[in-house]
């Protein structure tokens, strides 16, 4: 197996990613800085969309942004399409990993310039199932089960052709690598994500914030931390929440900003519920998360669910729906899950977990959490198993290369001194 020597240029490339926001990828960009410039010697080049191109050379680390348009509807988010100031960059700094985030468009450019710099090892991180979660269910909708079920196919067909072509995939769980696997794809690892249990602790509960958010004092807080869209079923929480007894004298804070915010916060005029928005300081994000007594999640298609592990080492217990990545992030001691988009039972799950030990749910939670879960355990994978594979492939694939080419170069002698 290779061994990724100290000065190796590690790129990461990726569409998933805002400067108030990016979700699991944008903490795990932040994260994976952290370790790489701490615990190693490598240098890290980060590909990111941006308002504009700009280029902050800091050391052995390199931030890189590419002028792109907002995505309408987030305008926390943009949508790299100008490839060609991608591979400019790519050229000018020549990584030797270029490690994926994304489905769209990024991952060509890596596999064009691959092909043209053929030493070069491509990783890919599969944190999404798009076949399934932006394909299906969108195509579903709009055309009919019947027409969303062949774009699902064409789109997994598109999974098999791109993936294919890197030395390493790696999924967030056994699930999704099964998944993978349906696609045809080989070279899969399963590579957890990690949770900074320092930060996100109970000890940061704060009594106040009810006061802050003019909630009341009393009942259960329910906390949702996430985007307020569409794919995260957001509209079902505000569902849920009618429906609890008026007697529990619940309230909820739903934490993020997206499509459906503006539209929830006209819906829940009048109600005990608040939208602070995306909080980007993650010390307060975990006295928020700290201070809340349920953590609330209604996604469907989760592939790994950082959120509920922040929430959990948070010392929350959880209430979901029984679908995606929440089957094995909530056991039955962690939390409860309900069926799919069955709202009435997820009220009902809540009042069975607030009037049970919640507190008890929520000390084993945080103990799942900080025996299984840890960034320096996902980078150490990452760096000592994952990125060794995908040098050791791309090593075998130039050694065969050489080998055709010195065969071909043979018989090209022979024939020239007329031997063929």
């Given at each position: 197996m290779s061994i990724v020597a100290p000065d190796t240029l590690i790129c990461d490339l990726t569409q998933s990613y805002a400067p108030h926001g990016g979700g699991g990828i944008g903490t795990y960009l932040r994260e994976k800085q952290k370790h790489v410039m701490v615990r190693t010697e490598h240098r890290l080049l980060q590909i990111v969309p941006g308002p504009e191109d700009r280029v902050i050379e800091q050391g052995r680390h390199i931030w890189v942004e590419i002028g792109a348009e907002q995505v309408r509807g987030s305008p926390n988010y943009r949508f790299i399409l100008r490839t060609g100031a991608v591979r400019e960059v790519l050229e000018r700094f020549r990584p030797d990993i270029i490690e994926s985030q994304c489905p769209w468009v990024l991952p060509w450019t890596a596999i064009g310039y691959r092909r043209a710099y053929p030493e070069t090892a491509l990783v890919a991180g599969y944190h999404t199932d798009f076949p399934n979660t932006h394909v299906y269910r969108v195509g579903s909708q709009l055309f009919g089960d019947f027409l969303g079920r062949g774009l699902r196919q064409l789109s997994a067909g598109y999974a098999h052709r791109t993936y294919r072509e890197f030395d390493r995939v790696y999924a967030l769980d056994r699930i999704m690598a099964d998944v993978l696997a349906g696609y045809r794809v080989p070279h899969v690892d399963v590579l957890a994500l990690g949770v900074d249990?320092?930060?996100?602790?109970?000890?940061?509960?704060?009594?106040?914030?009810?006061r802050e958010l003019g909630l009341p004092e009393s009942g259960p807080l329910l906390m949702y931390a996430g985007r307020i869209d569409n794919e995260k079923r957001a509209d079902r929480l505000l569902a849920m929440f009618r429906a609890l007894p008026h007697s529990l004298g619940a309230s909820m804070v739903m934490v993020g900003d997206?499509?459906?915010?503006?539209?929830?916060?006209?819906?829940?005029?009048?109600?005990?519920?608040?939208?602070?928005?995306?909080?980007?300081?993650?010390?307060?994000?975990?006295?928020?998360?700290?201070?809340?007594?349920?953590?609330?999640?209604?996604?469907?298609?989760e592939t790994f669910g950082l959120s509920v592990l922040e929430a959990q080492a948070s010392g929350l217990p959880v209430v979901g729906f029984a679908s995606g990545a929440m089957v094995q992030r909530v056991p039955p001691a962690l939390g409860r899950l309900v069926p799919l988009d069955d709202t009435?039972?997820?009220?009902?799950?809540?009042?069975?977990?607030?009037?049970?030990?919640?507190?008890?749910?929520?000390?084993?939670?945080?103990?799942?959490?900080?025996?299984?879960?840890?960034?320096?355990?996902?980078?150490?994978?990452?760096?000592a198993e994952i990125y060794p594979r995908a040098l050791a492939r791309s090593a075998a694939r130039s050694e065969a290369r050489n080998l055709v080419r010195w065969r071909s170069g043979q018989q090209a002698r022979q024939r020239g001194q007329g031997w063929g």
């Open positions: 249990a320092r930060n996100f602790h109970p000890a940061r509960r704060d009594p106040g914030l009810r997206g499509k459906l915010r503006a539209a929830l916060m006209e819906a829940a005029e009048g109600l005990p519920v608040r939208f602070p928005g995306f909080v980007t300081d993650r010390a307060q994000l975990a006295r928020m998360l700290a201070s809340a007594d349920i953590y609330v999640s209604a996604m469907a298609d009435a039972a997820m009220a009902t799950a809540v009042v069975e977990v607030w009037h049970g030990d919640h507190a008890a749910m929520g000390l084993r939670a945080r103990e799942h959490v900080t025996t299984q879960f840890g960034w320096q355990r996902t980078f150490d994978m990452l760096l």
